[in-house]
């Protein structure tokens, strides 16, 4: 059983060796080529899933394949070709303006620190987290997204629903050096067992670490 007074790292021991063995992912389920890519994809993909963003992101690049040619583009025309994901029209105007200020501020290079990130639109520190782990390959934290927010709250990792709390908890009960593996195999757990909808506890094998009845 987990109990609610259990050391969230006691919990976390137990199930660190299940994660780590079945579930192996170790990058972003988003489909890219460069930093860039990667950038405007993740600003995408925020309440919109992974696989409804790599249908529309081949159209997005091969129209405007560069930072200047997303620059120039009119936003009807962005927010027709990703019209399928969810917040397309507010998302359409991050895109272009992110990109702007890429060219801009930047000389067309995504800049690979966090603090700069999060001053571009719709860039919080989840996409941040997201960009620097996987283009530029450096371990600064966990990004922290639905599929994380229902894994802790489900094991008793953390209380919060805001998720900069709880990637502040996670690193605390998480060895550093597995930060970036355990983000991914988390969420490659809530793709398969762990989803929301059709979720069977009894073919949970996280679940059957601790025989809990709910």
Request: charge should be positive; charged fraction near 30%; glycine fraction near 6%.
């Amino acid at each position: 059983m987990i109990h609610k007074k259990e050391d969230p790292k006691q919990i976390w021991k137990k199930i660190w060796p299940v994660l780590n063995k079945r579930y192996k992912r170790t990058a972003t389920f988003l489909d890219y080529c460069t930093p860039f890519e990667l950038l405007i994809a993740v600003i995408l993909s925020a309440q919109t899933t992974d696989n409804g963003v790599n249908k529309v992101t081949p159209k997005l690049w091969e129209k405007y394949p560069k930072p200047e040619d997303l620059m120039r583009a009119p936003i009807s025309d962005i927010s027709k070709i990703i019209r399928t994901i969810g917040y397309y029209n507010a998302k359409a105007q991050y895109i272009k303006e992110t990109a702007r200020q890429i060219i801009e501020r930047y000389n067309g290079i995504v800049p690979n620190n966090e603090k700069e990130l999060q001053t571009l639109p719709g860039v919080g520190r989840k996409t941040a987290v997201a960009v620097i782990s996987n283009a530029f390959n450096k371990n600064i934290g966990i990004p922290v997204d639905t599929h994380v927010i229902r894994f802790v709250g489900r094991f008793g990792l953390s209380q919060s629903k805001n998720p900069d709390r709880i990637e502040q908890e996670l690193l605390k009960i998480i060895p550093k050096q597995n930060w970036r593996r355990a983000g991914y195999a988390i969420k490659e757990y809530g793709r398969k067992e762990g989803r929301a909808r059709g979720y069977k506890k009894e073919e949970d094998p996280i679940f059957r670490i601790f025989n809990v009845k709910k």
